[in-house]
């Protein structure tokens, strides 16, 4: 069981807009910045945000994060079919040690 | 554009130890700031950081295989090496290296980029 808790599956239909949750605690999240990264079958993950809403590089405005206390959530608008992964939070923890989430896997309906 | 590989025994048995090398092109791992991190994922699960290092040696391990584990790293080859002993069946994963942006004083770390990972199997 990890430490930082997301649902296991998430939905949606084209176009719509889908949201993600990421909980942790005071000693990871409620303290240190949240990443999000996107993986497809058989493929290594990728950074899609960092430090809780910073999109790298090439990654669609779609994609945007937030963090409030200590909870964390990933939201994708205008949902498209390419957008059918997998999806974990991860953060650092106090305890010297980084942290993920069990992943969420995403379905476009 | 850096790249990281990883390379290393795709099977391994059972008490033995399970030893892969990552290399870094197209950048250095004397990098400031910047440590090298290992991640595996068992098929079809999650997750899960195994440690990170950086060039000048300081290491964070993850607590739950901190007594089998042991990164290194080596500045002449540009590599990163992990090295996990007393392997089982559980440690049957994919292994991923990653570039790790580690600053624990402003409180601000990624993962990025990672290679394309190695699948190395346990067992007899």
């Known amino acids: 069981q990890s430490v930082l808790t997301q649902p296991p599956s998430a939905s949606g239909t084209p176009g719509q807009r889908v949201t993600i949750s990421c909980s942790g605690s005071s000693s990871n999240i409620g303290s240190n910045t949240v990443n999000w990264y996107q993986q497809f079958p058989g493929t290594a993950p990728k950074l899609l945000i960092y430090s809780n809403n910073q999109r790298p590089s090439g990654v669609p405005d779609r994609f945007s994060g937030s963090k409030s206390g200590t909870s964390a959530s990933l939201a994708i608008s205008g949902l498209r079919s390419e957008d059918e992964a997998d999806y974990y939070c991860a953060a650092w923890d106090d305890s010297l040690t980084e942290l993920f989430g069990g992943g969420t896997k995403l379905t476009v309906l | 554009q850096l790249q990281l590989q990883e390379s290393g025994p795709g099977l391994v048995k059972p008490s033995e130890t399970l030893s892969l090398t990552c290399t870094v092109s197209?950048?250095?791992?004397?990098?400031?700031?910047?440590?090298w991190g290992w991640i595996r994922q068992p098929p079809g699960k999650g997750l899960e950081w195994i440690g990170s290092i950086y060039y000048r040696g300081s290491t964070y391990y993850n607590p739950s295989l901190k007594s089998r584990v042991a990164i290194s790293a080596d500045t002449s080859k540009n590599q990163v090496s992990l090295k996990l002993s007393s392997a089982t069946a559980a440690d049957t994963a994919v292994y991923y290296c990653?570039?790790?942006?580690?600053?624990?004083?402003?409180?601000?770390?990624?993962?990025?980029?990672w290679g394309q990972g190695t699948l190395v199997t346990v067992s007899s």
């Open positions: 197209g950048g250095s791992i004397s990098s400031s700031n910047y440590y």
């Open positions: 990653a570039r790790h942006l580690l600053s624990i004083v402003v409180a601000v770390d990624w993962l990025d980029p």
